[in-house]
């Protein structure tokens, strides 16, 4: 799996003796430094070999194919040689297995496959939806450079959205042939005060390069209103952290961290239970961003308007198509999973707005593996962005993109 452990990332290679460097320039995260330009390759003195190196281990990351990084780094072709490759090449050289080489010379997957995009149930027309993401924050594999301002500009949907306060969800259909109903729709966004006073423990920091793998003392709880006193905040509220479908979808969100990085947005992931072995390996390998303990599963209440969203595993997951269908998309991007903890209650996603503005989105998981549409996401934190964050060059950009 493609781990954001940055030590992970680089391997045994080349890469490896430019950490320090890399460390006081600031690449110091697997998303930031897969975002590194040409240009910025030349200011701290990459030689070709790890120009190529960090080629390769980028695109084998984004398909969860890092198992093969060292050897593909070792043989000294470049990304553009090795996918000249043929299948039987790539098998007999390499050890391939078949579906690898499929998304290995797969060049237009940058992510899993995304589902249809939500429904807004509280906005003036419900069928408009989204746009779905278009490109990828870093470099395409054709080797152009791709700018934080561009992927933003991809995200761009129709005008006439009213942005705060909004709530959305996948649909949802009755369960074993119409014997078990479908979970209730959540019409009505959270108010500020079912949020503002929830008391969360940070489990694990933002990874950076050489951080401890764990907070060694433990933290004292603090109030959530603080934490996006300063800045807005997304909070992906995990059902469980071992679920590979939850993994999915944390991996996917934190990829764009540079995105959300230029937008001024801090990440948390939010966890209602706290099981140690669980937490060593969700963190950083499926998400390196900070990681929260909610005991009193106060954002998970207010997801469901005061009360958890809850669902038989039978019911909700085994005689439930759409489920599956989550649960397959998951399992094609070659995740690992366990069956540790509680899993029938729902999560989702809140999009908080900085001081006390309030919560401008609010995703829920009706369905087991619903995850919240990157476009959505984005635009909102784009919409409620703080504009001092951001480069006035970068501003005059994305305003420059919003008029074409």
């Given at each position: 799996?493609?781990?954001?452990?940055?030590?992970?990332?680089?391997?045994?290679?080349?890469?490896?003796?430019?950490?320090?460097?890399?460390?006081?320039?600031?690449?110091?995260?697997?998303?930031?430094?897969?975002?590194?330009?040409?240009?910025?390759?030349?200011?701290?003195?990459?030689?070709?070999?790890?120009?190529?190196?960090?080629?390769?281990?980028?695109?084998?990351?984004?398909?969860?194919?890092?198992?093969?990084?060292?050897?593909?780094?070792?043989?000294?072709?470049?990304?553009?040689?090795?996918?000249?490759?043929?299948?039987?090449?790539?098998?007999?050289?390499?050890?391939?297995?078949?579906?690898?080489?499929?998304?290995?010379?797969?060049?237009?997957?940058?992510?899993?496959?995304?589902?249809?995009?939500?429904?807004?149930?509280?906005?003036?027309?419900?069928?408009?939806?989204?746009?779905?993401?278009?490109?990828?924050?870093?470099?395409?594999?054709?080797?152009?450079?791709?700018?934080?301002?561009?992927?933003?500009?991809?995200?761009?949907?129709?005008?006439?959205?009213?942005?705060?306060?909004?709530?959305?969800?996948?649909?949802?259909?009755?369960?074993?042939?119409?014997?078990?109903?479908?979970?209730?729709?959540?019409?009505?966004?959270?108010?500020?005060?079912?949020?503002?006073?929830?008391?969360?423990?940070?489990?694990?920091?933002?990874?950076?390069?050489?951080?401890?793998?764990?907070?060694?003392?433990?933290?004292?709880?603090?109030?959530?209103?603080?934490?996006?006193?300063?800045?807005?905040?997304?909070?992906?509220?995990?059902?469980?952290?071992?679920?590979?479908?939850?993994?999915?979808?944390?991996?996917?969100?934190?990829?764009?961290?540079?995105?959300?990085?230029?937008?001024?947005?801090?990440?948390?992931?939010?966890?209602?239970?706290?099981?140690?072995?669980?937490?060593?390996?969700?963190?950083?390998?499926?998400?390196?961003?900070?990681?929260?303990?909610?005991?009193?599963?106060?954002?998970?209440?207010?997801?469901?308007?005061?009360?958890?969203?809850?669902?038989?595993?039978?019911?909700?997951?085994?005689?439930?198509?759409r489920a599956i269908a989550n649960f397959k998309r998951a399992k094609a991007v070659g995740l690992e999973m366990n069956f540790k903890g509680e899993g029938e209650i729902k999560g989702g996603l809140f999009v908080v707005g900085r001081?006390?503005?309030?919560?401008?989105?609010?995703?829920?998981?009706?369905?087991?593996?619903?995850?919240?549409?990157?476009?959505?996401?984005?635009?909102?934190?784009?919409?409620?962005?703080?504009?001092?964050?951001?480069?006035?060059?970068?501003?005059?950009?994305?305003?420059?993109?919003?008029?074409?």
């Amino acid at each position: 799996m493609a781990s954001f452990s940055i030590e992970d990332f680089v391997g045994n290679g080349c890469l490896k003796e430019l950490l320090p460097k890399l460390l006081d320039r600031g690449w110091d995260d697997v998303p930031t430094l897969k975002a590194m330009k040409s240009d910025d390759m030349d200011d701290i003195g990459m030689t070709r070999p790890q120009k190529d190196a960090l080629e390769i281990r980028s695109y084998l990351h984004d398909r969860a194919l890092m198992q093969y990084s060292d050897q593909f780094e070792a043989s000294g072709k470049s990304l553009a040689e090795l996918l000249s490759l043929s299948n039987t090449d790539l098998s007999s050289l390499y050890a391939m297995k078949r579906g690898h080489i499929a998304r290995f010379t797969d060049r237009k997957q940058n992510n899993p496959p995304l589902r249809n995009n939500s429904i807004y149930t509280k906005s003036d027309n419900n069928s408009r939806k989204l746009e779905n993401m278009k490109r990828n924050s870093r470099r395409s594999s054709s080797g152009s450079d791709i700018t934080i301002e561009q992927s933003l500009a991809s995200f761009k949907i129709e005008d006439g959205h009213v942005f705060k306060g909004i709530v959305a969800s996948m649909p949802a259909e009755s369960r074993a042939c119409g014997c078990v109903q479908p979970p209730p729709e959540v019409e009505d966004v959270a108010p500020y005060s079912a949020i503002e006073n929830i008391s969360v423990q940070k489990l694990a920091p933002e990874y950076k390069i050489g951080i401890e793998r764990l907070v060694k003392d433990k933290a004292p709880p603090v109030k959530a209103s603080e934490l996006w006193r300063e800045k807005p905040a997304v909070f992906v509220c995990i059902r469980r952290p071992g679920c590979i479908m939850c993994r999915a979808e944390s991996h996917q969100l934190y990829s764009k961290k540079p995105i959300f990085d230029a937008l001024g947005v801090q990440l948390f992931a939010v966890l209602h239970e706290h099981i140690e072995s669980e937490v060593n390996d969700f963190w950083p390998r499926y998400w390196g961003g900070a990681l929260l303990y909610d005991k009193g599963q106060g954002f998970f209440k207010a997801l469901g308007g005061g009360k958890l969203l809850k669902e038989k595993f039978i019911s909700g997951f085994l005689f439930y198509p759409r489920a599956i269908a989550n649960f397959k998309r998951a399992k094609a991007v070659g995740l690992e999973m366990n069956f540790k903890g509680e899993g029938e209650i729902k999560g989702g996603l809140f999009v908080v707005g900085r001081g006390k503005s309030g919560i401008a989105y609010q995703f829920v998981e009706r369905n087991f593996g619903d995850w919240a549409p990157l476009g959505e996401v984005i635009e909102i934190c784009t919409r409620i962005q703080n504009l001092q964050h951001i480069p006035s060059e970068s501003i005059k950009s994305l305003k420059e993109d919003e008029e074409e």
